[in-house]
């Protein structure tokens, strides 16, 4: 029988964003948009299939990934029919430089019941803003194999080979196990095989604890199915009627949602799923989470003895567990002495506590009112006695300090109101869920109170404190709550927390082993109290070495590398984005508080600076931010008008204490800034703010020349008494230097220019030599010194896109980010020798680079060869040292000379 195409279903995805779903790449369509993870979802990503007509004998796994959006490597698993254990076939790593969606296939025999996609890092595209990675189309071949029937003899022969040992030994081979329990054991052994690979042990244990129950229910079934069918035999069919009930009530459980089975099986409080079911569509029915007690895990039912030659029950209690809810003592599972004995001291705890609830209540006392707590509700209590006070001195556990804060808010009269349906599936609430915080502590941080939101922001930090790596995420989280929260005046109390987020990220995606790294905050009341339209600082980074490392040398061994990666600058600006956002508030209180948690995030190193520029006042965002209609986006809309006014100001305000974020990288975005911005500042306000950030670039000279800052300026500035205002700002700014203006106002031809013959005046080169090779041109004629600078000069050349005269050591540069058509290369940065290359080689060229530069070293792009910054470079040139300029190549001279005729 030739191989078809098998038909899949979704069993389970790691993430995925809306209008995204898993079941999008069952079509098999190539072109489709496919399955994409969240944005930012944590890693690692995957997604399991399932073959919808059973197992089958699979020949080919073939997969197409996203042309942006793609994995580095993609590691494919099968599980085999009725095993719990994952089998890795083996893994692909797609091409790094490819601009089109990638099709991978997997030549295989192998019988399968499901396929696991299973990816951790993804190739840096700069269309992935926001580290996903998608899959468009998934097609599984092979030939269906006959599914074995419950009762026959192949089934009973594949129970005794894949049915675990210890359910084999609990329940004797001579019963039928359930069916349906069989495949809850193997996928809950799978969850705890999977949970372990992690790390993540207690995740471990729940599986263990909710396999080993569902073995119970397993034997119980076994038990009434036999006592069942001795009953009909018998004809007493009241008997088997009661037995029958007893069947669906233990098998109403079984086939509860997985998830939930869990929870409930290891009493714990119920929670929304993260990932949908099969179907992937959100429900919007409110849910209400559930108080976890003991009375959520459901009892065995009570058998009845019928009959003496019946098989007897047993009271077996593995692993001494904890006997399920609600069995009474006369049940077919008879409890212990020391089961017995728990239970009672349970009953006699919660009398107490709802004697304590009454007292309270009778007294209208506070929290620190009520008497004789038992230990374990002492850090409930002391959070509203003294929260810092009592996180600063007692060691601080996750788990348990998130159970009794969650404890103590249910039990509140003041205990936080429901979320808002439209918030219950936000990406901040999900990925609190997902790091275990409770429903009631998602309740805290969303609510409108002070008091809550404290609570709230204080265990957030403790817990960061305690792992900045494992919870930064959640940080981030709750700043994103606080900072959507309808409550302006309650972002000044998370400001902290945004601080701890970014020190987590560093540590997360850096390499800082052997540093510790934390937030240390300033004392600014004085600063905060005479803030106006200026941004304040109040935190910067601690560093504690902890090796024998220079921390001299960190700046260019840790931040550096961490600037440059895509997943910590999409994290970075995920968590800024809440306070850019509230930069328009009309509350000018909520509107500095904003501006100084930017400001203070972006004085810590590795920030991203080009990023968050671009991002804060390129126009593309402007639009973006607004919220509004393509033809709506101009400065004639009042909102669109605002919106880029209160960014314009925060630009200038952010820059004026952190000089840092005005960069070579950062330099062609403030550069379309100025064009954009100079003719459209009307306001006092905006224009104030404009020039001050042309002032503050025009001092950058290690960044920008006189030339470009007067481009930016002249292409659509046409106000004259602007032209002069902008030439006093140049001329203070040189006369703080200690030098003449370098750009200088023509009152007679109303032009701004850039002072050449005061620069030639300065570096004492004579009109009529090249200021680059030294050459001396026989007359002081400037068409002569033009000539000779496009046509001989060595150590210049032409921008073959818009034909400028460009110093060769510059031509990289100039390519990457200033060339006017660079839109016709195709050409990226190495990060190691810095020059351009072609995209389409740019990976075998990484493969070649063995360059390490240090700080004033720079690459030839013309023969490869190691300078210093300098004249060193320009000697380089003009003296012949480089064997590949075709100005001082004997074999090409005769080729240029031969142009230059014909032309």
């Known amino acids: 029988m030739a191989d078809s195409q098998l038909q899949l279903k979704v069993l389970q995805a790691s993430s995925f964003e809306q209008n995204y779903a898993p079941d999008a790449v069952l079509a098999a369509n190539p072109l489709s948009d496919g399955w994409r993870t969240a944005p930012n979802a944590a890693a690692p990503h995957f997604l399991t299939l399932a073959l919808a007509n059973g197992p089958a004998e699979v020949s080919s796994i073939q997969f197409v990934a996203h042309e942006a959006l793609t994995p580095l490597t993609v590691e494919v698993y099968v599980l085999p029919p009725q095993e719990a254990t994952w089998q890795r076939l083996g893994h692909v ?47 599984i071949k092979g030939e269906q194999v006959s599914e074995i029937r419950p009762g026959s003899a192949q089934m009973s022969a594949f129970k005794d080979k894949f049915v675990p040992e210890a359910v084999k030994q609990q329940i004797g081979h001579n019963q039928v196990y359930n069916e349906i329990v069989i495949k809850i054991i193997q996928q809950l052994n799978m969850n705890e095989s999977l949970a372990v690979e992690k790390d993540e042990y207690l995740e471990a244990e729940r599986m263990s604890v909710a396999c080993k129950k569902v073995q119970e229910f397993g034997k119980a079934l076994d038990q009434l199915e036999i006592k069942k069918a001795a009953a009909v035999k018998r004809k007493d069919y009241k008997a088997a009627q009661e037995i029958k009930e007893n069947i669906d009530q233990i098998k109403e459980i079984i086939t509860m949602d997985l998830d939930d089975m869990i929870s409930t099986l290891n009493g714990e409080q119920l929670k929304k799923k993260v990932v949908a079911k099969a179907n992937f569509q959100t429900e919007k029915a409110n849910f209400q989470p559930q108080k976890a007690n003991f009375q959520q895990i459901p009892q065995i039912p009570q058998i009845q003895q019928t009959r003496e030659n019946e098989i007897p029950e047993t009271t077996t209690n593995h692993n001494e567990e904890k006997p399920l809810a609600g069995q009474q003592q006369n049940a077919q599972f008879a409890l212990s002495e020391e089961e017995k004995a728990e239970i009672e001291e349970e009953r006699k705890r919660r009398s107490e506590e709802m004697k304590q609830e009454r007292l309270r209540k009778a007294t209208k006392g506070g929290k620190a009112q009520i008497p004789d707590l038992e230990p374990q509700n002492a850090v409930a209590q002391n959070l509203g006695k003294s929260r810092s006070e009592h996180f600063q001195t007692t060691p601080f556990h996750f788990i348990q300090a998130l159970e009794q804060l969650s404890q103590y808010w249910e039990k509140s009269e003041q205990a936080p109101a429901q979320i808002p349906p439209q918030q219950t599936h ?50 981030a989280a709750v700043c994103e709550i606080v900072a959507e929260n309808a409550n302006l005046s309650l972002l000044n109390h998370a400001n902290q927390l945004f601080a701890f987020a970014y020190v987590g990220f560093m ?41 024998s490392d220079d921390l001299n040398s960190i700046q260019n061994q840790l931040f550096a590398p961490l600037g440059q990666n895509v997943q910590f600058a999409n994290s970075i600006l995920k968590l800024i984005s809440t306070p850019i956002s509230r930069l328009q508030e009309k509350q000018k209180r909520t509107k500095l508080q904003a501006l100084n948690i930017t400001a203070t995030l972006a004085s810590f190193p590795a920030f991203p600076e080009r990023q968050f520029l671009a991002f804060l006042i390129s126009k593309t965002q402007i639009d973006k931010a607004s919220n509004l209609k393509s033809t709506e986006q101009n400065l004639l809309n009042k909102q669109y008008l605002s919106l880029y006014e209160a960014r314009t100001q925060a630009l200038y305000a952010v820059i004026s204490v952190q000089n840092a974020l005005i960069s070579k990288n950062s330099a062609p975005i403030l550069l379309d800034f100025l064009k954009f911005s100079l003719p459209n500042a009307n306001k006092k306000e905006v224009k104030d703010a404009v020039l001050g950030v042309l002032g503050l670039m025009y001092g950058a000279d290690d960044v920008f020349t006189p030339l470009q800052i007067l481009n930016a300026i002249s292409e659509n500035l046409k106000n004259e008494p602007l032209k002069k205002q902008i030439a006093g700002i140049f001329s203070a700014c040189d ?169």
């Open 93 to 139: 790593r797609m091409a790094e430089n490819s601009n089109g969606r990638q099709r991978k296939t997997f030549k295989v025999k192998i019988r399968a019941a499901q396929i696991r996609f299973q990816m951790t890092e993804i190739v840096q595209n700069a269309e992935n803003n926001y580290s996903q990675i998608s899959l468009t189309s998934v097609l």
């Open 507 to 547: 540590q997360k995606f850096g390499r800082f082993e052997r540093f510790q790294l934390e937030p240390i905050f300033l004392n600014v009341d004085d600063e905060l109290s005479k803030q106006k339209e200026n941004a304040v600082i109040y935190a910067n980074l601690g560093v504690k070495n902890t090796g």
């Open 426 to 475: 936000s990406d901040p609430v999900q990925v609190l869920r997902v790091l275990n915080f409770s429903e009631i502590f998602i309740r805290l941080a969303a609510s409108k109170s002070l008091e809550h939101v404290s609570d709230a922001v204080l265990f957030a930090k403790c817990a960061a404190q305690g792992d900045l790596v494992a919870y930064c995420e959640g940080c």
């Open 735 to 903: 006369a703080q230097r200690g030098g003449t203006p370098r750009i200088v106002y023509l009152a007679e031809s109303q032009k701004l220019i850039v002072n050449i013959n005061i620069q030639q005046q300065q570096q004492q080169v004579p009109s009529n030599m090249c200021q680059f090779c030294l050459f001396q041109c026989k007359t002081s004629n400037i068409l002569e010194m033009h000539k000779h600078l496009l046509l001989e000069c060595p150590c210049c050349g032409i921008c073959p896109g818009c034909h400028q005269l460009i110093e060769i050591p510059c031509l990289p540069d100039h390519l990457l980010h200033s060339c006017s058509n660079s839109e016709q290369f195709n050409v990226l940065e190495c990060k190691k020798c810095l020059c351009a290359v072609d995209k389409t080689q740019l990976s075998e060229h990484l493969k070649e680079c063995q360059f390490a530069l240090k700080g004033e070293e720079s690459v030839c792009p013309l023969c490869g060869a190691v300078l210093k910054d300098g004249e060193d470079a320009l000697v380089h040139y003009s003296d012949g040292g480089c064997n590949a300029n075709p100005r001082t190549s004997a074999d090409l001279q005769g080729v240029i000379r031969q142009k230059m005729e014909r032309g």
